[in-house]
């Protein structure tokens, strides 16, 4: 995943989450991980949430997310 791919705002919200879900799915997330996240994504109301949630998904996999922060701690991504 980079952060070219992650322009997912001014998409529709179904459009949105599939393009999310396809990133996801082509990334070395664990299964669990990864069925969490598809979950999130699924379950967003907005485009800009979907985006939200891809670049949570990207700074915490290269090591720059928010140390302890409740999304972190809800995904065990620390």
């Known amino acids: 995943m980079n952060a070219d791919?992650?322009?997912l705002e001014t998409l529709p919200l179904?459009?949105?989450?599939?393009?999310?879900i396809e990133i996801l799915k082509g990334t070395k997330t664990k299964p669990a991980k990864l069925n969490n996240l598809i979950r999130?994504?699924?379950r967003a109301?907005?485009?800009k949430e979907v985006q939200?949630?891809?670049w949570n998904t990207l700074l915490a996999g290269t090591g720059f997310g928010t140390v302890d922060s409740p999304w972190q701690k809800f995904h065990k991504m620390t």
Not at 14 to 20: K, P, R, V
């Open 40 to 42: 999130d994504v699924e």
């Open 52 to 54: 939200r949630i891809m």
């Open 14 to 20: 179904d459009q949105a989450q599939a393009q999310a």
């Open 45 to 47: 109301k907005s485009s």
């Open 5 to 7: 791919q992650l322009h």
